[in-house]
């Protein structure tokens, strides 16, 4: 089956996930969401399944969304040190589907795109806010929305562990480890049964505050269908505290991205929580010296894309205002279509929520 056809019948895993699911924020649950009945074990995301129950499961998934709408109390959170781990975030009101906001759950390929990108800061488990819920969660959006690539940030050691088990049949790590001894929370999975992988590495930072977090991690890829290459690049920059490292990351990161280009000739796209908007001259210098472009900002096709993408967990992000999570791209890819997934599921996962772009790639040089 191609990957079009899966993305259609994948978009039905994350509905059944909701009607499966525990409504409201989901952190500190056990109820498994993916596997039938609440068990409080995790098993693998059967697609079959899914397709069957979900025609049975409507009504019910009309009062989840329903039970979904009604606020909770709010909460802000505060930039946080990596070093020092975190009570949970406070709970905020959920989204209403009738607020503007498209919730597809779920999204076939764009007509004319090859590949589609995902870019998701999954909120480590060594902040304090456990994974129970939260893991399954991430997989069924990963399985409904079927990217090719998908950079994350955060992934510490156990979520290495539930998402191995959970998409282990289709998804595989580039690295887990930073090559230096240490883990990699800055990491890229990709769907083997659409990609090849043709070459990969970790560059670490000459300059940040962590070895484990500001890096970058890359591969090389073919895809199965047409032959094409590209390269994807993950990343995630320091925060606000050591803002300076920011513009050595970025000009790094831009050679990486040219070296690249340079050496196999194919489109190059990253992704990131670069802990800064497209308007700070940090980021601005990075798309400059790597000539590339900002998703969000360029694609007129877009869903949501007047959100940000960070927010309270289990809240709504707010409108008009710029995001620190970006997916940029050289302009031999052309971005078809570009999403901010709010469904209200995903919104339990992070305080970040993930981003997709589809591309149409440029014939290999």
Not at 174 to 179: H, T, V
Not at 217 to 232: D, K, L, N, P, Q
Not at 283 to 292: A, C, D, H
Request: glycine share 10%; proline share 4%; aromatic share 8%.
């Amino acid at each position: 089956m191609t990957g079009k056809g899966w993305r259609m019948i994948a978009g039905t895993v994350f509905m059944a996930a909701v009607v499966w699911g525990v409504s409201g924020c989901g952190l500190g649950g056990s109820a498994n969401i993916v596997g039938g009945a609440a068990s409080g074990e995790t098993e693998k995301i059967n697609v079959a399944e899914a397709a069957d129950v979900l025609e049975a499961t409507s009504e019910a998934a009309t009062s989840v969304a329903e039970a979904a709408s009604e606020p909770e109390p709010t909460g802000e959170t505060e930039t946080t040190d990596i070093a020092e781990p975190v009570g949970e975030p406070e709970k905020s009101e959920k989204p209403d589907p009738a607020s503007g906001a498209e919730q597809p759950g779920g999204l076939e390929l764009t007509d004319g795109a090859d590949i589609r990108i995902m870019s998701f800061n999954i909120l480590a488990a060594r902040f304090g806010v456990s994974l129970d819920g939260r893991a399954e969660k991430a997989a069924a959006a990963i399985m409904a929305y079927r990217p090719d690539v998908v950079g994350l940030q955060e992934a510490d050691e156990g979520w290495y562990d539930r998402l191995e088990l959970l998409l282990g049949d289709t998804y595989e790590f580039l690295y887990k480890d930073n090559l230096q001894g240490g883990i990699n929370l800055t990491t890229v999975i990709y769907n083997t049964e659409t990609l090849s992988l043709v070459d990969s590495g970790v560059d670490i930072y000459t300059k940040g505050d962590s070895p484990i977090y500001r890096l970058m991690t890359w591969g090389v890829f073919e895809t199965a269908e047409s032959g094409r290459r590209f390269a994807v690049v993950d990343t995630h920059w320091d925060t606000n505290k050591h803002a300076d490292y920011r513009f050595a990351q970025a000009e790094e990161m831009s050679s990486k991205v040219l070296a690249l280009k340079e050496e196999y000739g194919c489109p190059v796209i990253c992704t990131g929580d670069f802990n800064t908007n497209r308007l700070s001259g940090e980021f601005k210098q990075f798309l400059k010296q790597s000539r590339m472009k900002d998703a969000q900002a360029n694609v007129e096709n877009a869903m949501n894309g007047g959100y940000r993408s960070q927010h309270t967990i289990c809240g709504m992000p707010d409108h008009g205002k710029t995001s620190i999570d970006h997916i940029t791209y050289t302009d031999d890819a052309d971005a078809r279509f570009f999403m901010v997934i709010l469904d209200p599921e995903v919104l339990d996962v992070s305080d970040h929520c993930p981003l997709i772009t589809d591309f149409s790639l440029a014939e290999d040089e």
